[in-house]
């Protein structure tokens, strides 16, 4: 319940700041660039745009909404209120999730793409979206200002994209795939091209763990860092 | 209550030592104050007693329960309002009673009724970034009562407020008592602490002074005298008496009788000069 | 007299804070990043597909000088949002700075590294035949860009969130870059009203009287009407 209006809250701010209005225009964008392009080069280009963008929103967004909790001190209200830390998170999270997945499907039904795995492109979506909020609010944790922040993120956007650039394949690149980033492209790439049903099982499940484990991970350095002023 | 005996904490960063071997008790159905000047530690107590800061000595009891035996659950029953507003600016006053009230178990308040008692109610579907900082605090306060808590912590409740609203916030606190709900405040204003609190502690550098309701110290710590101004034969004079046995004294009867009186004082001492008395330093 | 103490003190203060320092280096990150691309992932790609980039390189030097003064732009939009939140912006507009003066002085900060950063990221990705005034030409648009972008965060965003919304929002303008590769007459002439669309024609027809007379007044309008939208709300 408390979870649910959390969740409810969090979407009518982000309507209200224009999240969804910008996303309109973005997927505009994209699919006037995809309209022009030859079938060959959309088969790779489109799955990286709705990796490179939509599934990654999270962290671009994350940053200045908790920021701006902690500025105007609402924050501390939610902290001496029933609402639970991870249930503040997971609804950062799920809200996030939901712009990230309605980009993409837009993006890929208006793209005309032949062959999408509907499923799991949902399935790809939200758990790419939901490692990279994680990772954003773990990244926020002791920051005070929105540049501070995006600089912070610059490491690890390195971290987490450079190895991306093993599925081009080469020997041993298979190794890459214990990367988050690099499991969840695949995936992704996997929801357009077509995948094994175990190894999309298997890609799944173990992104499902890596976002619980950062749940888990984010709840701790959350309490420690910004509930919690001792 | 609230129990608190030989608590201690330190600031890790600053290794700040901000409380030390503090001991109290707070009564259910009191209003109980902590006086003194800023970075007496006012704030970090109620913040220990809230649960915003960990790793501190002693005992602290809460409801019946160790501090930090309690999970969220405590929030259910405890309500706060902090030393600043912390509202969603973007919001109306409404949307913000509504927003927060949701995640209690509690029925909340009718939100409309809560706006009309701090005079919000013209004002409730106006964003929060358009009020005054007046209005700003007396809608984080109702926001703190909304939910009907057993406890509530104010932190300087009427600080930078004008006297109508500072008012407004006293009466409410005065209905809260009403309703036997138990009340933690602090302040650094004798006024309010003198109006408002059942007991009060006089808290200095992290330690407790004295503790007692605010009339016992000013009778203990008070001159039991009278001072009298008068015009006899011209000439204005000045005379204390002692206040045992006043109506046999007949210098004093006479210059009742007799004289014109200008003025007549009880010199009680006040909340603030019995604080510069036992600790040697001013407020604020 | 006054600007210049100012700008010593805004140079201290980045001096200082460490993650300002590397801000400002951000954009020659990305320069960086973009030259490993064009040096690696291109052959790659030619050997792969046989896709050829040369004729495009004129967009690709298009896009880096629009990324990197729309980021300094950005970065200084965010800055100037902080300090509106930390009531830093508003001790300075009563300063004998002013309101005019603070912001002036922001954007003229960041317009002189974008000037700085173009002459680099065009020495970096070099087309042979750009003249010395075009060079210079193309700084100084990078510096209207970069003023450009700052003053709509600053002034359209009322706070952080907003702000990154808007900055998401206006990396979209950089399409019009590329808008002649698609040859829809309606987004070409959509374009005409956009910097970006000036930068590229500026890089493919280096003499072009009529697209340098079109880039600068479409860039001067811009910063123009914003700053006129800016000082007219506030007073
Ligand atoms: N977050 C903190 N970190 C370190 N020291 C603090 C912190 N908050 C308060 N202090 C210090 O603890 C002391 C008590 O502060 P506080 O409880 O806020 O005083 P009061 O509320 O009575 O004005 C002060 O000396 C203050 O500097
Ligand atoms: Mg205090």
């Given at each position: 319940?408390?979870?649910?209006?959390?969740?409810?809250?969090?979407?009518?701010?982000?309507?209200?700041?224009?999240?969804?209005?910008?996303?309109?225009?973005?997927?505009?964008?994209?699919?006037?660039?995809?309209?022009?392009?030859?079938?060959?080069?959309?088969?790779?280009?489109?799955?990286?745009?709705?990796?490179?963008?939509?599934?990654?929103?999270?962290?671009?967004?994350?940053?200045?909404?908790?920021?701006?909790?902690?500025?105007?001190?609402?924050?501390?209200?939610?902290?001496?209120?029933?609402?639970?830390?991870?249930?503040?998170?997971?609804?950062?999270?799920?809200?996030?999730?939901?712009?990230?997945?309605?980009?993409?499907?837009?993006?890929?039904?208006?793209?005309?793409?032949?062959?999408?795995?509907?499923?799991?492109?949902?399935?790809?979506?939200?758990?790419?979206?939901?490692?990279?909020?994680?990772?954003?609010?773990?990244?926020?944790?002791?920051?005070?200002?929105?540049?501070?922040?995006?600089?912070?993120?610059?490491?690890?956007?390195?971290?987490?994209?450079?190895?991306?650039?093993?599925?081009?394949?080469?020997?041993?690149?298979?190794?890459?795939?214990?990367?988050?980033?690099?499991?969840?492209?695949?995936?992704?790439?996997?929801?357009?091209?077509?995948?094994?049903?175990?190894?999309?099982?298997?890609?799944?499940?173990?992104?499902?763990?890596?976002?619980?484990?950062?749940?888990?991970?984010?709840?701790?350095?959350?309490?420690?860092?910004?509930?919690?002023?001792? | 209550?609230?129990?608190?005996?030989?608590?201690?904490?330190?600031?890790?960063?600053?290794?700040?030592?901000?409380?030390?071997?503090?001991?109290?008790?707070?009564?259910?159905?009191?209003?109980?104050?902590?006086?003194?000047?800023?970075?007496?530690?006012?704030?970090?107590?109620?913040?220990?007693?809230?649960?915003?800061?960990?790793?501190?000595?002693?005992?602290?009891?809460?409801?019946?329960?160790?501090?930090?035996?309690?999970?969220?659950?405590?929030?259910?029953?405890?309500?706060?309002?902090?030393?600043?507003?912390?509202?969603?600016?973007?919001?109306?006053?409404?949307?913000?009673?509504?927003?927060?009230?949701?995640?209690?178990?509690?029925?909340?308040?009718?939100?409309?009724?809560?706006?009309?008692?701090?005079?919000?109610?013209?004002?409730?579907?106006?964003?929060?970034?358009?009020?005054?900082?007046?209005?700003?605090?007396?809608?984080?306060?109702?926001?703190?009562?909304?939910?009907?808590?057993?406890?509530?912590?104010?932190?300087?409740?009427?600080?930078?407020?004008?006297?109508?609203?500072?008012?407004?916030?006293?009466?409410?606190?005065?209905?809260?008592?009403?309703?036997?709900?138990?009340?933690?405040?602090?302040?650094?204003?004798?006024?309010?602490?003198?109006?408002?609190?059942?007991?009060?502690?006089?808290?200095?550098?992290?330690?407790?002074?004295?503790?007692?309701?605010?009339?016992?110290?000013?009778?203990?710590?008070?001159?039991?005298?009278?001072?009298?101004?008068?015009?006899?034969?011209?000439?204005?004079?000045?005379?204390?008496?002692?206040?045992?046995?006043?109506?046999?004294?007949?210098?004093?009867?006479?210059?009742?009788?007799?004289?014109?009186?200008?003025?007549?004082?009880?010199?009680?001492?006040?909340?603030?000069?019995?604080?510069?008395?036992?600790?040697?330093?001013?407020?604020? | 007299?006054?600007?210049?103490?100012?700008?010593?003190?805004?140079?201290?203060?980045?001096?200082?804070?460490?993650?300002?320092?590397?801000?400002?280096?951000?954009?020659?990150?990305?320069?960086?990043?973009?030259?490993?691309?064009?040096?690696?992932?291109v052959?790659?790609?030619a050997?792969?597909?046989?896709f050829d980039i040369t004729p495009y390189f004129p967009y690709v030097?298009?896009?880096?000088?629009?990324?990197?003064?729309?980021?300094?732009?950005?970065?200084?939009?965010?800055?100037?949002?902080?300090?509106?939140?930390?009531?830093?912006?508003?001790?300075?507009?009563?300063?004998?700075?002013?309101?005019?003066?603070?912001?002036?002085?922001?954007?003229?900060?960041?317009?002189?590294?974008?000037?700085?950063?173009?002459?680099?990221?065009?020495?970096?990705?070099?087309l042979?035949?750009?003249?010395?005034?075009?060079?210079?030409?193309?700084?100084?648009?990078?510096?209207?860009?970069?003023?450009?972008?700052?003053?709509?965060?600053?002034?359209?965003?009322?706070?952080?969130?907003?702000?990154?919304?808007?900055?998401?929002?206006?990396?979209?303008?950089?399409?019009?870059?590329?808008?002649d590769l698609?040859?829809?007459?309606?987004?070409?002439?959509?374009?005409?009203?956009?910097?970006?669309?000036?930068?590229?024609?500026?890089i493919k027809?280096?003499?072009?009287?009529?697209?340098?007379?079109?880039?600068?007044?479409?860039?001067?309008?811009?910063?123009?009407?914003?700053?006129?939208?800016?000082?007219?709300?506030?007073?």
């Amino acid at each position: 319940m408390r979870l649910l209006h959390a969740v409810m809250a969090d979407i009518r701010f982000q309507i209200k700041q224009g999240f969804y209005l910008v996303y309109v225009i973005i997927t505009a964008m994209y699919l006037i660039i995809m309209s022009f392009l030859p079938d060959d080069i959309l088969a790779v280009a489109l799955p990286l745009v709705v990796f490179s963008d939509p599934s990654v929103l999270g962290l671009f967004f994350i940053g200045g909404i908790i920021l701006m909790e902690k500025g105007q001190g609402v924050l501390m209200v939610l902290v001496v209120s029933p609402l639970r830390s991870w249930e503040y998170i997971l609804s950062k999270v799920i809200s996030l999730a939901i712009v990230s997945v309605l980009a993409a499907i837009a993006i890929t039904y208006f793209s005309y793409y032949p062959t999408v795995n509907w499923w799991l492109l949902l399935v790809s979506s939200i758990l790419t979206s939901g490692i990279f909020t994680l990772l954003g609010i773990m990244i926020n944790a002791g920051c005070n200002t929105v540049n501070q922040y995006m600089l912070k993120t610059i490491p690890y956007m390195l971290l987490f994209i450079l190895p991306c650039f093993a599925l081009l394949g080469f020997p041993y690149s298979e190794l890459f795939t214990i990367i988050p980033s690099v499991a969840a492209l695949k995936l992704m790439l996997g929801s357009f091209h077509g995948i094994l049903w175990y190894e999309a099982t298997a890609l799944a499940v173990y992104l499902l763990g890596i976002n619980l484990l950062l749940l888990k991970f984010t709840v701790r350095v959350f309490e420690n860092k910004i509930v919690y002023q001792d | 209550m609230i129990q608190v005996e030989n608590l201690n904490f330190t600031y890790k960063k600053t290794r700040k030592k901000a409380i030390q071997e503090m001991s109290f008790d707070v009564k259910e159905g009191e209003v109980f104050g902590f006086l003194g000047p800023s970075g007496a530690g006012k704030t970090t107590t109620q913040r220990l007693i809230i649960g915003l800061l960990r790793n501190y000595h002693g005992k602290i009891e809460v409801l019946g329960k160790e501090r930090n035996q309690w999970g969220k659950d405590y929030y259910e029953h405890i309500g706060v309002a902090f030393d600043f507003p912390n509202l969603y600016t973007k919001l109306t006053a409404k949307e913000n009673l509504q927003l927060i009230g949701a995640y209690y178990k509690n029925e909340c308040e009718d939100p409309d009724k809560l706006l009309e008692r701090v005079g919000l109610l013209p004002e409730k579907d106006v964003r929060v970034e358009n009020f005054s900082k007046g209005m700003k605090m007396r809608l984080n306060f109702v926001r703190s009562i909304m939910h009907n808590p057993r406890l509530m912590f104010f932190d300087e409740p009427t600080s930078g407020l004008d006297p109508m609203n500072a008012h407004i916030i006293k009466e409410i606190i005065l209905e809260q008592k009403k309703a036997n709900k138990t009340i933690f405040l602090t302040t650094h204003n004798m006024t309010v602490a003198e109006q408002l609190c059942d007991r009060v502690a006089f808290i200095v550098e992290g330690k407790i002074v004295v503790i007692g309701s605010p009339k016992d110290l000013m009778i203990e710590h008070g001159k039991r005298i009278v001072n009298v101004e008068f015009r006899m034969n011209g000439n204005n004079h000045a005379k204390n008496f002692d206040l045992q046995n006043l109506g046999e004294n007949l210098e004093f009867m006479n210059i009742l009788k007799s004289a014109e009186i200008k003025t007549i004082h009880s010199c009680e001492a006040t909340l603030e000069d019995i604080f510069i008395k036992l600790t040697g330093r001013n407020l604020v | 007299m006054i600007h210049l103490t100012l700008f010593k003190n805004d140079l201290k203060q980045i001096v200082r804070d460490p993650i300002m320092t590397l801000l400002l280096f951000a954009p020659l990150l990305l320069i960086v990043v973009f030259k490993l691309l064009e040096l690696f992932l291109v052959p790659y790609l030619a050997a792969k597909t046989g896709f050829d980039i040369t004729p495009y390189f004129p967009y690709v030097l298009s896009f880096v000088l629009l990324m990197n003064s729309g980021m300094l732009g950005i970065v200084t939009g965010f800055m100037m949002l902080d300090e509106r939140d930390g009531n830093i912006s508003q001790l300075l507009e009563v300063t004998p700075l002013g309101r005019n003066g603070y912001l002036a002085n922001r954007l003229i900060f960041a317009s002189i590294l974008a000037i700085i950063y173009g002459f680099i990221g065009i020495a970096v990705f070099k087309l042979p035949d750009l003249s010395f005034f075009t060079i210079v030409l193309l700084s100084v648009l990078s510096a209207f860009y970069t003023a450009i972008i700052g003053l709509l965060i600053f002034s359209g965003a009322e706070d952080k969130v907003k702000g990154l919304t808007f900055a998401k929002g206006l990396n979209t303008l950089v399409l019009f870059a590329f808008a002649d590769l698609f040859a829809l007459p309606w987004l070409t002439f959509l374009s005409w009203f956009f910097p970006p669309y000036w930068v590229t024609m500026i890089i493919k027809t280096p003499d072009s009287l009529i697209a340098i007379c079109f880039a600068i007044v479409i860039h001067v309008a811009w910063l123009g009407i914003l700053i006129f939208r800016y000082s007219r709300r506030e007073s």
